[in-house]
């Protein structure tokens, strides 16, 4: 009786271990994610090889409105309020099936893990920037692929602070209204701890609707593993934004500047609003006037406007139209996608497509 007894102790140790091991696993996720965007674009200039005017267009493109994508997220929690994450993300053509929208890897836009708690978040491996979060977050059309700050930003760095390749970043926790980021990425190149080395800080303050955003980017070029999309140009970032929401508006606007080594030192102001009209419908607008430092000769002036009709919560119908106006050097464009430089003088152009998250 006595061994049956520790027979029966010791099977009700091993279910109760599988139990807890069980309710373990369920606390742990991965999703997979993404968004699917194709749009159709006129534009009434081309930029040509030789650098002129190659005439209008009127093509099908990835990404009209929000970069085409997927990915998988995971979590799992780790008790006392500590947690273990990872994101994965790869950039994807809908126009022809190849990488888009990332450094050209495989999993180019994000490939990361973190551990978050009440202290807050630490990220390393392939991540945007906080200098990026900044500007995302202070642009009156959402960083859209059409008509944004979006387009001059790739304009003045390709992807050089979008997708940090070697980083390790933290975020702080709100306090007393305050968020903090910080970034540094080695290069990793050896013998030369400042090749390919990039760093970024960003503060951010929100109170009753009101928000205002500081940033700044530090970027050498030389890294040990470049990528086909260039992800390093040398370039210092900084930029200021303010936003503010009234009832369903939010008015933003922001000051930001690009110093490339050897090209543009390029100031941006940028301001605009976004209108919710009805649970489903949309509007939004905003003007960007970009002027080089070196050469005020070189400046340009980038106004648009946009509609997005949500048929679901998960997809949604959108037009855009926009306006360039290049003068000297400047050679702003009007998509991230099939247009994002553009030519001497005015080019008009437009959009129109779908979006789906899942």
């Known amino acids: 009786m006595k061994k ?42 081309t930029l040509a090889e030789n650098g002129g005017n190659g005439g209008k267009q009127f093509s099908l493109v990835d990404s009209g409105l929000n970069s085409s994508r997927f990915g998988l ?36 836009r994000q490939a990361w893990i973190s551990l978050a708690g009440r202290f807050g978040e630490v990220k390393a491996g392939l991540q945007y920037s906080p200098f990026l979060y900044a500007i995302d977050e202070t642009d009156p059309r959402g960083f859209s692929d059409f008509g944004s700050g979006a387009i001059i930003y790739v304009d003045n760095v390709y992807a050089t602070g979008l997708f940090n390749s ?15 980021r910080a970034m540094l990425a080695p ?9 390919g080395r990039q760093y970024s800080f960003s503060l951010k303050y929100e109170h009753a609707g009101f928000a205002i955003n500081a940033a700044m980017y530090d970027g050498n070029s030389g890294a040990a593993q470049p990528t086909p999309v260039p992800s390093d140009i040398e370039f210092l970032g900084r930029t200021l934004g303010v936003s503010y929401t009234f009832g369903s ?10 110093k490339v080594a050897g090209s543009f030192n ?47 919560k998960a997809t949604v ?26 030519v001497d003088g005015t080019t008009v152009g437009a959009n129109v497509g779908i979006r789906h998250f899942f």
């Not at 980083?167 to 903090?180: K, Q």
């Not at 290069?187 to 090749?195: C, E, K, L, P, Y």
Request: hydrophobic residues 40%.
């Open 166 to 180: 070697n980083a390790v970043s933290y975020a702080s926790p709100e306090i007393a209204g305050f968020t903090a």
């Open 73 to 108: 997220r995971g979590s799992e929690d780790l008790g006392g309020g500590l947690r273990a994450n990872f994101d994965l993300e790869s950039g994807i053509s809908l126009a022809n099936g190849g990488f888009n929208d990332s450094n050209g890897n495989f999993f180019g």
């Open 317 to 342: 119908v959108y037009a855009q139209a926009a306006i360039v106006h290049n003068n000297g050097k400047m050679d702003t464009g009007l998509a991230i996608n099939g247009a994002l430089f553009g």
């Open 4 to 45: 049956m007894g520790c027979e029966i102790a010791q099977r009700a140790a091993i279910l109760a271990l599988l139990a807890t091991c069980g309710a373990a696993h369920a606390q742990s996720s991965v999703t997979l994610y993404g968004a699917a965007d194709a749009a159709l674009l006129y534009t009434s200039k």
């Open 266 to 312: 390029n100031n941006v102001i940028a301001g605009g609003l976004n209108y919710s009209v009805t649970p489903t419908v949309t509007v939004d607008g905003g003007v960007w006037w970009t002027s080089d430092r070196n050469q005020t000769g070189n400046n340009s002036i980038l106004g648009s406007i946009g509609a997005q009709y949500f048929l679901s």
């Open 249 to 258: 508006v939010i008015a933003k606007a922001s000051f930001t500047n690009y």
């Open 187 to 195: 290069g990793g190149v050896a013998g030369d701890f400042q090749a």
